[in-house]
C-alpha cells in the first residue's frame, strides 16, 4: 500500500526539516522518496508532521507495574472503559493495563516507548506484558546495577568479564542495552540499607557506584551497544543530592564512545528528581543550574526529565530503599519486590499535589532543568510514568513548555505555591520551546540517543512511524494557547505505525501487535562462552530457577526487533 | 514411608521438568520416560511425584454430555465443544472459574471468550488467598522472591501455613535448608518460627512456635505492633500468648539481618479474615524500620498467582473480574464466584481445571448441582458428577508447555516432557475453540438482530 | 415534584443494575421513557417493565424535584441511588448491594435490610435504613484509603463487620449492635454505636471519633487509657454519662478516640 501525506507542514529534526511544507510518501510500511499515481492521499494541508514519538523511559509492563495493578485497584478502577468494536476496555489512570497503555500512547502519535527497568529473572514476565500491549514497539532496559556477578567483577576491574557478561545477557533475557539504578543502593536494601553518593561501599561487595558505573560505562563502549548505560543516580528524590548527579555523570567523561549514531556516553534518567540542592526538604533549593550547567557544557551526557505533573500517581522504581523512605513520608500502601542476585523495587501510591510545597518545587525544578538545558538533543521529555506522573500528560507538559505566560499564570493564580519559584530559578526563565524543540525532545533525540536506526526521523527507508496533529503552526500562538496545544498533542489527527492507519481524529481505528526491541551482540562468542563457565556454578548455588527454565525462550519475543552488533574487540 | 527402589528401566530423562502441583512450582524435577510414559521422578516430593505418577488414575480421555437420563454420554470433539458454545452463548450470568492449573496461554483465549460474552472471570483466590489480596490492597505487598530468603534470611516466620504438609519443599528448597550466599551454613544459620494455633508438623521442625489461640490472631499482631513501638503490654495474656512472649519476640524479630515471613491460609480463614493478614503486613512493615522483613502469601496451586498477574496485566484486576456490563468491574462480595452462587445468580459455570466443590460453602455447590456445568479437566473429580459438558484437557509441564508464576511472580516456561493421550485436547486449545464457536453464535445473533 | 413508583411485580433471581436510574438522570423521564428503558441484568439488557409497574406522575425541572418510590422487595436491585445527587429515593423493602453508593446528596430511606457496601464512599446526603446492613456500610472502594467522607448514615438495626472502614468523614449512628472492627482505617468522621460491640473497634484507627453506648466485648492493645470523661462534647454533639476514653490505635501511630460507656463497661475500669 502506498501513502501521500499531502502538504503537511514537517518537522523532522533530525533531517532538518523544521516547519515546511512538504508531501510525505511511504510504501509498504517504510518511508520513501516517491510512490505512484496509485498512492492514497491523506490530505494533511497546514497539519503538523511529525516522526512517532519515542518516549525514552517509562514503566509500562513488569512485574512492578503488576504488583501495581494489583494492589491499587482504586487506580483501575480510575480508567476503566467500555469495550469498542476496535479496543478493549481499558483500565488504570497511573498504572493503565497492558491494552489501555498501548491505545492511549497510540492517540498521542507515539510509535515507541523503553521499558526502563526489567529484571532479569522476571524478564519473561516484562515479555509477556510488551507482548499484551498493542501498537507501540517496546524496548526492555534490563537492570545490570546492583548484580551480584557485576558488582564482583567491578570491584577486581573485570570489564572483559562484565561485557561478555552483559552481552550474553541481553541476548538470554532479550533486552536493549544497560540500565543501572541507585547502584550499590537497591543492593543494600537487600539489608534494609542504602548508599548515599558514589563513595559510598555496599556491604559485603565492598564496591562503590562509581567502580559500577565506570564498570559499566566501560563494557557498554567495549561492546558498542547501541544504547549507552542508561542511570538513575543514588540519592533520588534527596535534598542536595545534585553533586552526586553530577560525579555520576563526570565520572565516565574519560571513557570513549563507541557506537555509531549516539553522541553520548552516559543517559541521565529522570534529572528532575536527581537535581535539589539544601539538606533538608526544609532549606532545599533547586539544583537544576547546576545538572544543566554540566550536561551544558558536556556532550558525553544526555537525559530526560521525569517531569512532575500534579496528579495523584504510584511511584515504582528498583530504588527499593527510596520507596521505603517514600512510604515513611507519606505513609500510603508500601509495596516492595527483591529478586535474589540482582535487584530490588518498590511501590508507594503519591499525591504531587499543587496545593503542597514539595510537589510545587519538584514541578519547577523539571520546568528549569528543561528551560535551562540549551540544546534539545541532550534532552527528552519523560515523567518517568508513572513516577511523576502518568504518561497521558505528556501534551500537557508541551503546553507548558510553549508558554510562559500559562506557568506563570500557573504560580500567580495559586495552581502550584510559591515554592515552584521561590525554590526554584523558574520564574526567571522565560524561554519557550518551539514545534521543532518539542520534535525534538519527543522524538528525534530519544531515537538517536538509543541509536536507533529505522525510527525517529522521516528518512527514505525508515519506518514509516508518523504522527500528524491538528494544528496550524502559521496559525496558533502555542503561548496564548495552551489547552490548544493540549489537545492536539493528546489527539493525533493520525497515528501511522509500520505504514499502517492506527488512529485518527484521536481515536483508536486499528490494533496491531508491538515489536519488541533488543540487542544481540555479535564476535564476542569465545568471551561469552568463558563467562558463562565462571558463571554456571554460582548460578546453580544461588538462584532458586534452574538456568534453561531462566532464559527467555524465543517464543515470548513473538515480534522481535534485533539490532545485531559487531563487538569490536 | 516405605523404601522405593530407584527406577532404572527408562528410555530417557527429561531434565529441569517442573512440578505442576503446589505455589513451589520447582523447576528441577528429572522425569524418567519409557515408551512416552513417566516411569520415574526424581527431586519432586511426594505430593508433585504422586500428581506425575497417578496420573493416569481417574484420567479423563473422552469428551461427554449428559444426556436427557443424567447420564454421561462420550461424544466427538464437535459435539462437546458445540453444546458448551452454546451454553455459553446463552448464558445470562456466566462464571468461568479455575485457571490455576492451567497455563497462561489458556488464560488468554479464556479472557477473550469472557469479554465477549460478558462473564466473571474467577480462580481460586476467591475462596483461598482473596482475603490476602484485598488486604495487600490495604496497605500493601512488600516481597521478595525465594532465593532472596535462601540467600539472606537469618530468620523464617510461617503463621498459619504449614508447610512441611502443604509446600513439602518449600523448607528444603528455598526458604530453611539450603545454603544460601550469606547463609553458608543452611539451616544453622536460621531461626525458624511457626505461628499457628496447631502444633503442626512445621511447629515440630521450628526453634519456636507461638500457639495463639484460634482467632486471636489480629489481637496478637496488634500486640506485637504496640510491642514494636514501646508500649508495655497492659493483658498478661494477649490471644492467650503471655505478655513477657510477645515483648521477647517483638525483641527478636526488629535484630535479625533479614526476616521473611510466609503465611497461609490459617491466617486468611478465621473470625477477621483479611484483617489479620492487613496487620500483618502493617506489622512487617514496621519492622523494616529496624531491619530488613520481608513476606509472601504461600499460594496453594502452582500457576494460582499467575492467574491474579494475568488478569491484573490484562484488565488492572486480580480476579473477580466481572465483564457482564462491557467493562471490567472488581467489587468483592459482589463479583466473586462464591457470592454469585450462593446467591443463585450464576446460570452457566465453566471449571477449568479446578475442583469446585471441594472448599465451597454448601449453597454454592446446591447451587452448582441446578445450572450447566462445563468442565475442562484432566482427572475425574466431583465437578465431572454435576457436569454437563465434559472436556479432556492435557497435563501443563508434562504433556503441554505452558507458562505459570511461582508463589514469588518468578515466571517459568514449563516445558512439554511426553505426548498427551491421542484423545484429550490442550486446554490452550480447547477454549480457543469454544471463543471460535462462540463467537459465530453470537455473530449471527447479531446478524438475526438487524434484520 | 415529580413521583416516580415503581412496583415490583417479578423477581429476578438475576440481580438488576439501578444506577442509572437515579433522580439525576430520569428526572425529565416520561413514562414512555420508564417502558422503554431495558435494565442491566447479568450480561443483558431486559425491559424494566419486565419486573416493574411504572407509574409517573407530576413533573421536574430538576433532580431535586423527584421522589421514587420502589415498592417490594428491592433484595435483587443492586446500585440504587449510587451516584444520586439530590431528589429522594424510597425503598419499601429491602436493598441489594450497593444502596446509596457514592452518593453525594439526596435522601434515600429504605424500609427494610441493606445488602453490603450500604453508603460505600458516601460524600453527601443522607441515607437511613430502617432495618440492619450487612458487611462494609460506609465503606471505601478496595484498596483506597478515603472512605466515606460526608453525609450520614442511619442505621436503625444492626451493622455488620467493618462499618465505616477507611471512613474519612461524615457520620455513621447505629442504633442497634454492631460486629467487629467498625470504624477500621479510619481517619476521620464519627461513628455512634448504642448497642453492643463484638470486639476490636478502631483497628488500625488514624483519627476520628468512635463512641459505644453499649458493651464492648475485646479491646484492641493498641488503645491506651487516656481518661474518664463525663458528659462529653464530641465534634460538636453533646452525650450525657460517664464515658473511659481511649486514644489509638497506637500500632498506627493512630490519634483517634474511643470512647466507652463506663456503666457497661465496668470492667474496663
Ligand atoms: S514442593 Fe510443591 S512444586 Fe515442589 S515438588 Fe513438591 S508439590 Fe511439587
Ligand atoms: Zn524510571
Redesign the interface.
Known amino acids: 500500500m502506498e501513502y501521500i501525506l499531502k502538504n503537511g507542514i514537517v518537522y523532522d529534526p533530525a533531517n532538518k526539516i523544521a516547519g515546511e511544507k512538504k508531501d510525505v510518501m511511504f510504501k509498504d510500511g517504510k518511508i520513501v522518496e516517491q510512490v505512484s499515481s496509485d498512492a492514497k492521499i491523506l490530505d494533511v494541508t497546514d497539519k503538523i508532521v511529525m516522526p512517532a514519538g519515542v518516549d525514552p523511559h517509562a514503566h509500562v509492563a513488569g512485574p512492578k507495574l503488576v504488583v501495581g495493578r494489583i494492589y491499587r485497584p482504586e487506580d483501575s478502577r480510575k480508567g476503566v472503559t467500555s469495550k469498542t468494536d476496535v479496543c478493549r476496555s481499558e483500565s488504570g489512570f497511573s498504572i493503565p493495563s497492558c491494552p489501555a497503555t498501548g491505545y492511549r500512547y497510540s492517540r498521542m502519535g507515539y510509535g515507541t516507548v523503553t521499558e526502563a527497568a526489567m529484571p532479569p529473572l522476571e524478564a519473561k514476565h516484562t515479555h509477556e506484558e510488551i507482548t499484551a500491549i498493542p501498537n507501540i514497539d517496546i524496548t526492555p532496559l534490563p537492570l545490570f546495577g546492583n548484580n551480584w556477578f557485576v558488582l564482583q567483577w567491578a570491584k577486581e576491574g573485570k570489564i572483559d568479564e562484565i561485557a561478555a557478561f552483559v552481552a550474553s545477557w541481553l541476548r538470554i533475557v532479550k533486552g536493549y542495552g544497560i540500565k543501572i539504578v541507585n547502584p550499590c543502593g537497591t543492593e543494600a536494601w537487600g539489608w534494609g540499607g542504602n548508599v548515599h553518593g558514589i563513595d559510598d561501599p555496599v556491604p559485603f561487595f565492598d564496591v562503590t557506584a562509581r567502580e559500577v558505573i565506570r564498570a559499566l560505562a566501560q563494557a557498554n563502549e567495549m561492546l558498542g551497544l547501541p544504547h549507552s548505560i542508561h542511570i538513575h543516580p543514588n540519592d533520588l528524590g534527596h535534598p542536595g543530592n545534585y553533586p552526586t548527579t553530577v560525579n555520576s555523570l563526570d565520572c565516565v567523561k574519560d571513557i570513549a564512545k563507541n557506537g555509531s549514531k549516539r553522541n553520548q556516553t552516559i543517559h541521565l534518567t529522570h534529572a528532575q528528581f536527581h537535581s535539589y540542592a539544601g539538606t533538608s526538604w526544609r532549606d532545599v533549593e533547586s539544583g537544576a543550574k547546576e545538572v544543566a550547567d554540566y550536561i551544558n557544557n558536556n556532550k558525553h551526557v544526555t537525559c530526560d526529565i521525569g517531569q512532575v505533573t500534579l496528579d495523584e500517581t504510584t511511584t515504582m522504581t528498583a530504588d527499593g530503599p527510596m520507596e521505603f523512605d517514600l512510604h515513611e513520608l507519606n505513609g500510603l500502601k508500601w509495596a516492595n519486590k527483591d529478586i535474589e542476585l540482582e535487584t530490588g523495587s518498590g511501590i508507594v501510591p503519591f499525591i504531587y499535589s499543587g496545593k503542597a510545597p514539595v510537589p510545587s518545587f519538584q514541578w519547577g525544578v523539571g520546568l528549569e532543568l528543561f528551560l535551562r538545558i540549551k540544546d534539545p538533543w541532550q534532552v527528552c521529555l519523560t515523567t518517568d510514568h508513572p513516577n511523576a506522573g502518568p504518561f497521558i500528560r505528556y501534551p500537557r507538559i508541551i503546553s507548558w513548555l510553549m508558554s510562559n505566560e500559562r506557568r506563570q499564570e500557573m504560580m500567580d493564580n495559586g495552581e502550584v505555591r510559591v515554592w515552584s519559584y521561590k525554590r526554584t530559578g523558574l520564574g526567571t526563565l522565560d524561554r519557550e520551546y518551539d514545534f521543532n524543540e518539542i520534535a525534538t525532545i519527543t522524538r528525534a533525540s530519544a531515537a538517536k540517543i538509543y541509536g536507533y536506526q529505522d525510527r525517529g526521523e522521516l528518512t527514505p527507508g525508515y519506518n514509516a512511524d508518523i504522527a500528524v496533529y491538528d494544528l496550524n503552526p502559521n496559525d496558533i500562538d502555542p503561548s496564548k494557547e495552551p489547552a490548544a496545544i493540549e489537545h492536539a498533542f493528546g489527539n493525533a489527527m493520525y497515528t501511522i505505525k509500520d505504514g499502517q492507519i492506527l488512529v485518527k481524529d484521536g481515536e483508536v481505528v486499528k490494533v496491531v501487535p508491538s515489536h519488541t526491541l533488543w540487542t544481540d551482540v555479535k564476535g564476542f562468542e569465545e568471551q561469552e562462552k568463558t563467562v558463562m563457565e565462571e558463571v554456571m556454578p554460582t548460578f546453580t548455588r544461588f538462584y532458586t530457577v534452574k538456568f534453561e527454565n531462566y532464559q527467555v525462550q524465543d517464543h515470548f519475543t513473538p515480534n522481535p526487533t534485533v539490532t545485531e552488533v559487531k563487538a569490536s574487540k | 514411608m516405605a523404601y522405593e527402589p530407584p527406577v532404572t528401566d527408562y528410555d530417557e530423562i527429561v531434565?529441569?521438568g517442573?512440578c505442576a502441583f503446589c505455589g513451589c512450582n520447582c523447576?528441577?524435577l528429572d522425569f524418567l520416560i519409557k515408551d512416552g510414559h513417566v516411569v520415574g521422578v526424581r527431586h519432586a516430593c511426594r505430593l508433585g511425584a504422586s500428581k506425575v505418577m497417578e496420573d493416569m488414575d481417574q484420567r479423563l480421555l473422552v469428551p461427554m454430555v449428559r444426556d436427557e437420563n443424567g447420564e454421561l454420554q462420550e461424544v466427538d470433539w464437535d459435539t462437546a465443544l458445540d453444546k458448551a458454545a452454546e451454553l455459553i452463548a446463552g448464558?445470562?450470568?456466566?462464571i468461568f472459574y479455575g485457571w490455576s492449573e492451567t497455563s497462561?496461554e489458556t488464560m488468554k483465549h479464556g479472557i477473550h471468550l469472557g469479554?465477549l460474552?460478558?462473564?466473571v472471570l474467577d480462580n481460586q483466590a476467591t475462596i483461598c488467598h482473596g482475603p490476602s489480596?484485598?488486604a495487600?490492597?490495604?496497605?500493601?505487598?512488600?516481597?521478595?522472591?525465594?532465593?532472596?530468603v535462601?540467600?539472606?534470611a537469618d530468620m523464617i516466620v510461617y503463621t498459619g501455613s504449614n508447610p512441611m504438609n502443604s509446600h513439602p519443599r518449600h523448607m528444603a528448597?528455598?526458604s530453611t535448608f539450603p545454603?544460601?550466599?550469606?547463609r553458608q551454613r543452611g539451616r544453622f544459620d536460621r531461626t525458624v518460627v511457626t505461628m499457628d494455633p496447631k502444633y503442626s508438623d512445621t511447629a515440630k521442625m521450628s526453634d519456636i512456635w507461638i500457639g495463639f489461640e484460634q482467632n486471636g490472631d489480629?489481637?496478637f499482631y496488634?500486640?506485637i505492633?504496640?510491642a514494636l513501638?514501646g508500649?508495655e503490654?497492659?493483658?498478661d495474656f494477649?490471644s492467650g500468648i503471655p505478655k513477657e512472649d510477645i515483648m521477647e519476640l517483638a525483641e527478636a524479630m526488629k535484630n535479625v539481618?533479614?526476616g521473611a515471613l510466609y503465611f497461609g491460609l490459617g491466617l486468611t480463614h478465621t473470625?477477621?479474615k483479611q484483617?489479620n493478614i492487613?496487620?500483618a503486613i502493617?506489622m512487617l512493615?514496621d519492622l523494616?524500620?529496624?531491619?530488613?522483613w520481608?513476606l509472601t502469601p504461600m499460594r496453594g496451586h502452582f500457576n494460582v498467582n499467575g492467574f491474579?498477574?494475568f488478569m491484573?496485566?490484562?484488565?488492572?484486576?486480580?480476579y473477580g473480574v466481572d465483564?457482564?456490563?462491557?467493562?471490567?468491574?472488581?467489587?468483592?462480595?459482589?463479583t466473586n464466584t462464591i457470592d454469585l452462587l450462593t446467591?443463585?445468580?450464576c446460570?452457566v459455570f465453566m471449571v477449568i481445571a479446578a475442583d469446585p466443590g471441594a472448599h465451597y460453602p454448601g449453597g454454592a455447590v446446591k447451587h452448582l448441582a441446578e445450572i450447566p456445568v462445563i468442565q475442562v479437566d484432566i482427572h475425574w473429580g466431583p465437578s465431572t458428577e454435576i457436569a454437563d459438558v465434559v472436556l479432556p484437557g492435557s497435563f501443563i509441564g508434562l504433556e503441554c508447555a505452558g507458562?505459570s508464576?511461582r508463589m514469588d511472580?518468578?515466571?517459568?516456561?514449563m516445558k512439554k516432557a511426553i505426548d498427551k493421550p491421542e484423545t484429550c485436547r490442550d486446554d490452550e486449545w480447547i477454549i480457543q475453540e469454544l471463543h471460535e464457536r462462540v463467537k459465530k453464535i453470537k455473530a449471527k445473533e447479531a446478524a438475526v438482530a438487524s434484520k | 415534584m415529580k413521583i416516580i413508583t415503581l412496583t415490583l411485580k417479578k423477581k429476578s433471581q438475576i440481580a438488576l443494575e439501578f444506577d442509572e436510574l437515579i433522580p439525576d438522570k430520569v428526572f425529565n423521564w416520561e413514562k414512555a421513557d420508564f417502558e422503554n428503558y431495558q435494565v442491566p441484568v447479568g450480561n443483558r439488557r431486559f425491559p424494566l417493565t419486565d419486573y416493574f409497574d411504572i407509574e409517573v406522575e407530576g413533573d421536574a425541572a430538576s433532580p431535586e424535584e423527584v421522589k421514587m418510590i420502589l415498592d417490594g422487595d428491592f433484595g435483587r436491585v443492586k446500585y440504587i441511588g449510587c451516584k444520586m445527587s439530590a431528589g429522594e429515593i424510597i425503598v419499601n423493602g429491602d436493598a441489594d448491594l450497593h444502596c446509596g453508593a457514592e452518593m453525594k446528596g439526596g435522601k434515600i430511606t429504605v424500609h427494610g435490610d441493606a445488602e453490603s457496601y450500604a453508603g460505600r464512599e458516601m460524600k453527601g446526603g443522607e441515607l437511613e435504613i430502617m432495618g440492619s446492613t450487612r458487611e462494609f456500610c460506609g465503606c471505601s472502594y478496595i484498596g483506597d484509603w478515603r472512605g466515606m467522607s460526608g453525609g450520614k448514615i442511619t442505621l436503625h438495626g444492626n451493622a455488620g463487620k467493618q462499618l465505616g472502614e477507611c471512613l474519612s468523614g461524615g457520620e455513621i449512628f447505629v442504633k442497634g449492635d454492631c460486629d467487629i472492627l467498625a470504624g477500621i482505617h479510619m481517619n476521620k468522621g464519627f461513628i455512634q454505636i448504642d448497642g453492643d460491640v463484638t470486639r476490636w473497634p478502631g483497628g488500625q484507627m488514624k483519627n476520628g471519633n468512635i463512641l459505644i453506648k453499649g458493651k464492648l466485648g475485646i479491646l484492641l492493645e493498641g488503645f491506651v487509657y487516656d481518661s474518664i470523661v463525663v458528659d462529653p462534647e464530641i465534634d460538636g454533639k453533646s452525650f450525657s454519662g460517664k464515658y473511659i476514653k481511649y486514644n489509638g490505635d497506637i500500632a498506627v501511630n493512630g490519634k483517634g478516640s474511643l470512647y466507652l460507656n463506663a456503666e457497661k463497661n465496668r470492667e474496663y475500669l
Open positions: 531434565e529441569n517442573t523447576d528441577d448464558s445470562v450470568r456466566p497462561i469479554e460474552v460478558g462473564a489480596l484485598q495487600v490492597q490495604n496497605v500493601g505487598y512488600p516481597v521478595a522472591t525465594l532465593g532472596e535462601k540467600n539472606r528448597r528455598y545454603r544460601g550466599w550469606f489480629y489481637g496488634n500486640a505492633r504496640a513501638r508500649k503490654i497492659d493483658q494477649v539481618q533479614f473470625l477477621s484483617r492487613d496487620m502493617e512493615t523494616n524500620k529496624y531491619t530488613k520481608v491474579n498477574i491484573a496485566l490484562e484488565m488492572g484486576f486480580p465483564f457482564a456490563r462491557g467493562y471490567p468491574r472488581y467489587m468483592n462480595g459482589e446467591r443463585k445468580e446460570d507458562t508464576y511472580g518468578v515466571p517459568i516456561y
